[in-house]
Nanobody, 124 residues
Framework: QVQLVESGGGLVQAGGSLRLSCTASGRTFSNIAMAWFRQAPEKEREFVSTISYSSSNTYYSDSVKRRFTISRDNAKNTVYLRMNSLKPEDTAVYYC?????????????????WGQGTQVTVSS
């Protein structure tokens, strides 16, 4: 059983930056891949980035590659998403997710635990 809570969302102008945080709690937190997904109004949930427990493996969607950076601090049970050069198209609710796997899935169905989401709004 894992609980995830996101924070760090807010309003930002195009070209600006934000850092999202997701803190995990529960009875176990070992060998868990973590990821960020996002969902904009009228759109399906979209993969953003994922990271393995050791941080040795990361993947990014093409839309955010070279702009976003995922990282984690296992001592704090926290995963981060640094978002630079934000665009209005990045506006969405961002969700943290966790999967009990040694791999780094990119599909939402592979993730077992989800946070409540944090709103990111990028103005033109």
């Amino acid at each position: 059983q894992v609980q995830l809570v996101e924070s760090g969302g807010g309003l930002v102008q195009a070209g600006g930056s934000l850092r999202l945080s997701c803190t995990a709690s529960g009875r176990t937190f070992s060998n868990i891949a973590m990821a960020w997904f996002r969902q904009a109004p009228e759109k399906e949930r979209e993969f953003v980035s994922t990271i393995s427990y050791s941080s040795s493996n990361t993947y990014y969607s093409d839309s955010v590659k070279r702009r976003f950076t995922i990282s984690r601090d296992n001592a704090k049970n926290t995963v981060y998403l640094r978002m630079n050069s934000l665009k209005p198209e990045d506006t969405a609710v961002y969700y943290c997710a966790a999967a009990k796997t040694r791999y780094v899935p990119i599909y939402a169905r592979e993730y077992d635990y989800w946070g409540q989401g944090t709103q990111v709004t990028v103005s033109s």
